[in-house]
Each structure stands twice: as C-alpha cells, then as structure tokens.
C-alpha cells in the first residue's frame, strides 16, 4: 500500500522557518513520480505551491512562494522537502504531498496533510 506521510508542521512566528518532510513508502518507485506541494487555507480551493521533477532537475513554484519557499527531493530517502523561509500569516494552511506518475497523471497518491499556523 502506497503511504505518503509528512511531518513538520507546527506553528511558527512571522518571519519564522519550517522544514516539512514527505516520506513515502518503498512500495513506490520514488524517481518514477513527480512531486509536488499543495496547501489548503480553511474555506479556500487547494492550491499548487512547488513541484520538482524526477531528478529535481526542475522546479516550479507558485507567486506567492516564490523566493521564500524551496523544494527540493533525495531519491535514496524517498523523500521531498519544502524549507520555508520569511513565513507570513497568510502561509496559514494544510500542506500536502502528491506524488504523479511521470507516465500516466491518473496515477496519484496524497500524504494526509501537516498544519502550518503562523501567527504571533
């Protein structure tokens, strides 16, 4: 069974940093899907923030992250990571991972989401 498990939520004061973590589980050949970071603000849509490809080669990241947050990935750990950096209160959210298979975008897995609060 297919597991996508992040972690490193918390709440943090503006400006502040967090690190969260994306394992998922052997059962998936990691460098076979493209990552990507989601957030979820309570009574807004889930919106795309970064996607790195299967080596990381290339990432992507929406405006409202851009040049604070960072995604990067280790094939050996099956893991992705999202450092972000300058929080505001308007990161408020559920993050998510998502896993997409390079070959075929119906094949797609989610983590359970982390809470992110920034507030002082």
């Known amino acids: 069974q297919v597991q996508l498990v992040e972690s490193g939520g918390g709440l943090v004061q503006p400006g502040g940093s967090l690190r969260l973590s994306c394992v998922t589980s052997?059962?998936?050949?990691?460098?076979?899907?493209?990552m990507s970071w989601h957030r979820q603000a309570p009574g807004k849509a889930r919106e795309l923030i970064a996607s790195?490809?299967?080596?990381?080669?290339?990432?992507n990241y929406a405006d409202s992250v851009k040049g604070r947050f960072t995604i990067s990935r280790d094939n050996a750990k099956n893991t992705v990571y999202l450092q972000m950096n300058s929080l505001k209160p308007e990161d408020t959210a559920v993050y998510y991972c998502?896993?997409?298979?390079?070959?075929?975008?119906?094949?797609?897995?989610w983590g359970q989401g982390t809470q992110v609060t920034v507030s002082s």
């Open positions: 052997s059962v998936l050949t990691f460098n076979n899907y493209l």
């Open positions: 790195i490809s299967r080596f990381g080669g290339n990432t």
């Open positions: 998502n896993a997409v298979l390079w070959s075929n975008a119906g094949n797609t897995y």
